[in-house]
């Protein structure tokens, strides 16, 4: 376990101080529920600079409250811990901003948006990882796919693209394994 998400494990376990976070989590197990809803304002109550790195680099610091709430279910309740393969963090407060004043500098921060929705579209599926099986080979190969808006997104080189691959490596017709 890492020091960040040893400090989240402190956070959650305050049973001692406010009895916030131990109360809530107990609660959560008890209604069978896998997500926690934490107020960015008692992160920064608990640790001004955690509270400031939850805003600024979020993608690592909701990964590793993620693995701290994990292991702090596993000390509470360990049935109920193997129960789930993975428990989720929701935010409330922090950095609000509205729909005019969200800007690129934004990107990869925690945010609270706040706005008035006026139009809604169906949910459109996302292709995120395909796999192939080659018939000729017998080969089985995976395809994991990235695109701009995804929270994995890396920084791909100008050669590679977004677009639906049809052929393997050697260049033979990629079939999708059926399921």
């Known amino acids: 376990m890492d020091n960040i998400q040893l400090e989240y494990m402190d956070f959650l376990d305050d049973e ?4 916030v976070y131990n109360r809530k989590v107990r609660t959560m197990i008890h209604d069978n529920d896998q997500r926690l809803l934490v107020d960015v304002n008692d992160v920064h109550k608990y640790n001004t600079y955690r509270a400031k790195q939850l805003i600024i680099n979020y993608i690592d610091e909701e990964l ?5 709430l994990k292991e702090f279910v596993k000390r509470i309740d360990l049935s109920y811990w193997n129960k789930f393969d993975e428990f989720f963090v929701g935010f409330f407060g922090g950095n609000h901003v509205t729909p005019r004043t969200m ?3 934004f990107l990869g921060t925690l945010v609270c948006l706040e706005g008035v929705v006026s139009k809604c579209t169906q949910v459109q599926s996302i292709l995120v990882k395909s796999v192939y099986y080659c018939p000729t080979t017998k080969t089985v190969s995976e395809h994991i796919h990235t695109d701009f808006m995804s929270s994995s997104f890396v920084f791909i080189s100008a050669t590679s693209s977004c677009v639906y691959p049809t052929r393997n490596d050697d260049g033979v017709q990629r079939l999708p394994k059926s399921r």
Request: charged fraction near 25%; aromatic fraction near 0%.
């Open 64 to 68: 590793a409250l993620k693995h701290a």
């Open 16 to 19: 001692m101080t406010l009895n």
């Open 103 to 105: 800007k690129s500098k």
